[in-house]
C-alpha cells in the first residue's frame, strides 16, 4: 500500500479538488449538448428534459463556485479554486452558444460514445463514495490521489465511454445462443412473480453465473493473465473496480449476462438488478471500514471482497462472489475473515507493468507470473 499524506480538512484542498470536479462535470455536459447525435446514450435521452437539464446544469456550476470561493477563503496557498474559475467561465461561454434542443428531436446515429454515462455514473459514484471513503476510511494513509489513481480514472473513463460496444458484445453470445428456442412461456412464468422475489433471483442466478466465470479466470493459466490486471492494483479504492482488463470485462459480464437474457426478467427487476450491481461492485473495492453488521453475512461487503484482493496466500482463491456469500460457501470457497482485514492487497511480489496501455498489451504478449514469485494462478 502507498503511504501517503491524506487530505485534511480546512487546507483548502478538498474544497478546491470538489470545484474542479463539478466544474469538469458542468463543461463535460457541455460538450455533450453540442453533439448528443453522438456523445448521449440513445436509451437515456428520453429522460433529458430540457428544464431539468438547466437547472441541474446551473446547480452544478453554483455549487462548483461556491467550493471555489472556499478553497480561496481556506487557503492562500493552493490554485485550485482559481483553476476550477476557468473552467466554469469555460463552460459558460460554450453553454451561451448552445441550439435550442427543446423543440427538436436529436437525430440517432449507428454509434455513439456515451460520455453522458461516464459523467453521470461518474458524479453519482463521487457524490455517495468520496464521502465515505474521506470520513470513515479503512486505510487511514491511503490517500485519494495515490500512485493509481490516474490509471483506474483512465480504465474508468474508457469503460463508460465504451458502453455501447461492451453493452452489444455482452448480450451477442446470449443472443445467438438463446434467441430461437422458445423461451417466451418460460419468461412469462418468471415475469409473473412479485417484483421481490423475482430480483433476489435475478441476483441468485446472476451472481452464480458470475462466480463460475470469476472461477475459472483464477484456475485457468491464460485466462489469469487477464484478470491480473484487475488484481493489480495495491490501492484498492472505489475507483480501483474499473481496473478490468477488456477481455476479463466483457466474458465475465457475458456469462453473468445469460441467465437474465434466459429468464427474461421484467424491465423493472432488469433495470433495479443494473443499478444494484453497479453500486455493489463499487462499493465492493471502497476504502471504508464500515462493516454493515450481519448484513456481511447476507452480502458482499467491502471487507468480505478485499480478502478476496489479499496479498496474503492463505486467502487466495476466495470469496469470488459479488453478491451472496453463501454462494462461496456452497462450493467451499468462503474464507473466514470474522472482524479481521488484509494487511494489504494486489499481486505481492509480482512486478506488473504500470499505465493502461501497457496493461492492455501485457497478458496478450506475457505471463504475469513470469520471473516472479508467483508461478500460476493455482498459488494465488
Avoid at 461518474?122 to 457524490?127: D, G, K, Q, V
Avoid at 428456442?181 to 415475469?191: A, D, K, V, Y
Avoid at 422475489?197 to 446472476?206: E, K, R, T, Y
Avoid at 473496480?241 to 466483457?250: C, E, K, M, N, Q
Wanted: net charge positive.
Amino acid at each position: 500500500m502507498t503511504e501517503s499524506k491524506r487530505l485534511k480538512i480546512g487546507d483548502g484542498k478538498i474544497s478546491g479538488y470538489i470545484s474542479i470536479f463539478l466544474a469538469i462535470i458542468s463543461l463535460g455536459a457541455t460538450v455533450c449538448a453540442y453533439f448528443p447525435e453522438y456523445l448521449t446514450t440513445a436509451d437515456f435521452r428520453e429522460l433529458y428534459k430540457p428544464n431539468y437539464i438547466k437547472w441541474t446544469f446551473l446547480i452544478v456550476l453554483v455549487l462548483s463556485f461556491g467550493f471555489a470561493l472556499v478553497s480561496f477563503i481556506l487557503s492562500k496557498k493552493t490554485k485550485l479554486g482559481f483553476y476550477a474559475i476557468l473552467i466554469i467561465a469555460s463552460a459558460i461561454f460554450l453553454a451561451s452558444g448552445l441550439p435550442n434542443y427543446e423543440y427538436q428531436e436529436i437525430s440517432s446515429k449507428s454509434f455513439t460514445i456515451g460520455m453522458d454515462w461516464l459523467l453521470l455514473d461518474l458524479l453519482i459514484s463521487a457524490f455517495i463514495f468520496v464521502p465515505i471513503e474521506l470520513f470513515l476510511p479503512k486505510r487511514l494513509n491511503q490517500t485519494k490521489f495515490h500512485d493509481e489513481w490516474r490509471t483506474d480514472l483512465v480504465y474508468f473513463i474508457i469503460s463508460h465511454l465504451l458502453i455501447q460496444v461492451t453493452g452489444i458484445l455482452v448480450q451477442l453470445p446470449a443472443v445467438m445462443a438463446f434467441s430461437n428456442i422458445g423461451l417466451s412461456g418460460f419468461q412469462e412464468s418468471i415475469q409473473g412473480i412479485w417484483f421481490v422475489p423475482q430480483l433476489f433471483l435475478a441476483l441468485f442466478v446472476s451472481d452464480l453465473f458470475q462466480w463460475t466465470g470469476h472461477y475459472f479466470f483464477h484456475k485457468i493459466p491464460y485466462l489469469w493473465r487477464f484478470h491480473s490486471v484487475h488484481h493489480s492494483t495495491k490501492d484498492i479504492d472505489w475507483l480501483a473496480g474499473s481496473r478490468t482488463h477488456f477481455v476479463d470485462l466483457i466474458v465475465v459480464r457475458s456469462v453473468s449476462f445469460l441467465p437474465l437474457y434466459v429468464f427474461g426478467f421484467s424491465t423493472a427487476v432488469f433495470t433495479t438488478y443494473i443499478v444494484i450491481v453497479s453500486i455493489q461492485a463499487v462499493l465492493a473495492h471502497a476504502n471504508t471500514r464500515i462493516n454493515f453488521g450481519f448484513l456481511k453475512y447476507v452480502f458482499v461487503t467491502p471487507q468480505y471482497h478485499h480478502w478476496h484482493h489479499s496479498a496474503d496466500p492463505k486467502a487466495y482463491d476466495k470469496n469470488f462472489a459479488i453478491h451472496f456469500p453463501f454462494i462461496d460457501m456452497i462450493f467451499g470457497t468462503y474464507y473466514p475473515m470474522g472482524k479481521t482485514w488484509p494487511e494489504s492487497t494486489g499481486l505481492g511480489d509480482v512486478k506488473f507493468p504500470k499505465g493502461f496501455t501497457r496493461q492492455f498489451i501485457f497478458p496478450f504478449t506475457k505471463n504475469p507470473a513470469d520471473d516472479n514469485a508467483v508461478k500460476d494462478p493455482s498459488e494465488r
